[in-house]
Structure formats: C-alpha cells, structure tokens
C-alpha cells in the first residue's frame, strides 16, 4: 500500500509559477510511476505530466509543454511538478497518482491541491 499526499497548490497572479510536490510512503517508490492530472470545474480530469520510475522518461500534455517539468527525487520519495509561465486556464485541482504497470496505469491516487491562477 502506498499513501500519497501532495502539497503546494495555493493563488497564483498569471505569468507566475508554483510548485507541487507529491511526497509518498512507501521503500519501493522507487519502482513507482508517478503522473499529475488535473480537474477544474465542470470539466473531466485530464493527464498533466507523467514520469517513470527511474526518472528517464518524462511525458507532458501539450498545453502544459514547455512550461511545466515534473521531476523526482527517490531518496525523499517525492515527485514534483514545476509550473512556470501559469494561465488562468491552469487553474484545477492537480492530483498526483502512481504505481508500476505503467505512466497510463495507476493504483494510487491522492486527495488533490487546489492551484488558482488569476488574471
């Protein structure tokens, strides 16, 4: 079982940037693929970034690319997600969510940080 809690999110003037950070429990993270998706209101979640567990391959939508980098570090089981250059269009809630099939397929998902960009 691994528990994953992300953090970060908060109110952002746009050209801003934040980061989130997904921290998990777990000795085998790892092994974990992680991704980032987001929801904003009255829309469906859609996929943000993803990364694989070693951190070799890094995957982003196209309307984040270029202004977005996930990251990781496994010696703090933790992944990131730098968000540069924010749109009000950024605005959702970003959920973090991994396990070890693949960077399309997850077991774990957390609760979700509240990013709001302004105009």
């Known amino acids: 079982q691994v528990h994953v809690v992300e953090s970060g999110g908060g109110l952002v003037q746009a050209g801003g940037s934040l980061r989130l950070s997904c921290a998990a429990s777990?000795?085998?993270?790892?092994?974990?693929?992680t991704g980032w998706s987001r929801q904003a209101p009255g829309k469906e979640r859609e996929f943000v970034a993803a990364?694989?567990?070693?951190?070799?391959?890094?995957y982003y939508a196209d309307s984040v690319k270029g202004r977005f980098t996930i990251s990781r570090d496994n010696a703090k089981n933790t992944v990131y997600l730098q968000m540069n250059s924010l749109k009000p269009e950024d605005t959702a809630v970003y959920y973090c969510s991994t396990g070890q099939r693949s960077t399309t397929e997850y077991d774990y998902w957390g609760q979700g940080t509240q990013v709001t960009v302004s105009s």
């Open positions: 777990g000795r085998t993270f790892s092994s974990y693929h």
């Open positions: 990364i694989t567990s070693s951190g070799s391959r890094t």
